[in-house]
């Protein structure tokens, strides 16, 4: 079993939904949650994190955290074409004087206009 | 533009044979680290540096090996290649080990093809 879990997709949306993604996983010692984002032929980058469980809103884009369920989700609102892309969740803990980051497989969203 | 710096952009070459991928963190960043990104395993992280020193090993072939300079630019050797290297392979760089929440800078990869 993978330390953590994300449906691949792909996803597709018309313009203007809801759109939900979410991961599982399975050590309770990550700390931080993060969710990337990574268009076409680029590399990763971050969108937002959260600290333990709780939410997170960033303008359109909210991230949630449940650790007593090990779940992670991200909700994006008022999608819009340029949303579309594949998004990674990513977590993180202190090991040994280093942090350990593992990520998701990511789920390609493409937002249909 | 992410301020980290990836060469080549592509690379195609046969197998067996090997290749050098480079890697100039961020402006301020010391840390470095390389991973893989191929469509079935997503990311895997595979080494880590800090101002010079490796710091953390993942997932690593024997095959490949790593290094950070005096400048912190950061190369990584991939020797005896195989079929199954055929990936993308990113450099990201972090201003210190711990970043907590801060995440890393990636650059934009190398999409390596070995045929």
């Known amino acids: 079993q993978k330390e953590v879990e994300q449906d691949p997709g792909p996803l597709s949306v018309p313009e203007g939904a809801i759109v939900s993604l979410n991961c599982t996983y399975s050590?309770?010692?990550?700390?931080?949650f993060m969710w990337y984002r990574q268009y076409s032929r680029k590399g990763p980058e971050l969108l937002m994190y959260t600290y333990s469980s709780g939410n997170k809103e960033d303008g359109r884009f909210t991230a949630q955290v449940d650790k007593s369920s090990k779940y992670i989700s991200l909700f994006i609102r008022d999608s819009q074409p340029s949303d579309s892309a594949t998004y990674l969740c990513?977590?993180?803990?202190?090991?040994?004087?280093?942090?350990?980051?593992?990520f998701g497989t990511g789920t390609k969203l493409q937002v249909i206009p | 533009d992410s301020g980290v710096t990836q060469t080549p952009k592509h690379l195609i070459t046969a197998t067996g044979q090997r290749v050098t991928l480079r890697c100039s963190p961020r402006s301020g960043d010391l840390s470095v680290y390389w991973y893989q990104q191929s469509l079935d395993q997503g990311l895997q992280f595979l080494i880590q540096y800090y101002n010079g020193e490796e710091r953390a090993k993942g997932n690593i072939l024997e095959r490949f090996s790593a290094q950070q300079f005096p400048d912190l630019h950061s190369e990584l050797n991939l020797s005896s290649l195989e079929l199954g290297d055929s990936a993308l392979y990113f450099c990201?760089?972090?201003?210190?080990?711990?970043?907590?929440?801060?995440?890393?800078?990636f650059g934009s990869g190398t999409r390596l093809t070995v045929v």
């Open positions: 990513a977590m993180s803990l202190n090991s040994g004087g280093y942090q350990k980051v593992t």
């Open positions: 050590n309770s010692a990550f700390q931080y």
């Open positions: 990201a760089s972090s201003p210190s080990l711990i970043t907590g929440g801060y995440g890393y800078t």
